[in-house]
């Protein structure tokens, strides 16, 4: 499956963004999705995932209350709105796919080129 994130930016402390990562190649509800950040000099980190219907979620603790993963299967997408963004949230976001659920970076099979969201203070 080829992953395309979109949706990066600069924000201000406190704004908003909603990145989305497109899906195509194979059937794209049958992935678990997820998206991973990485921040400069420091390593891949998990964000969030979504189960295969989207009734499944999970989140880093950094984030929880703040964003929010969804999928759209009939346009085989995925989002992540990001709120009350801070300046730690400053990282290239990845989307990611795999079959099974997990929050384990080395498990996804299939990565996004990147996206960058930079929080200013």
């Known amino acids: 499956v080829q992953l395309q994130a979109s949706g990066g930016g600069l924000v201000q402390a406190g704004g908003s963004l909603r990145l989305s990562c497109a899906a195509s190649g194979r059937t794209f509800s049958g992935y678990v999705m997820g998206w991973f950040r990485q921040a400069p000099g420091k390593e891949r980190e998990f964000v969030a995932l979504?189960?295969?219907?989207?009734?499944?979620?999970n989140y880093a603790v950094s984030v929880k209350g703040r964003f929010t993963i969804s999928r759209d299967n009939a346009k085989n997408t995925v989002y992540l709105r990001m709120n009350s963004l801070k300046p730690e949230d400053t990282a290239v976001y990845y989307c990611?796919?795999?079959?099974?659920?997990?929050?384990?970076?080395?498990?996804?099979?299939?990565w996004g080129q990147g996206t960058q969201v930079t929080v200013s203070s």
């Open positions: 979504i189960s295969w219907s989207g009734g499944s979620t």
């Open positions: 990611a796919a795999r079959r099974y659920y997990s929050d384990q970076t080395d498990d996804y099979d299939y």
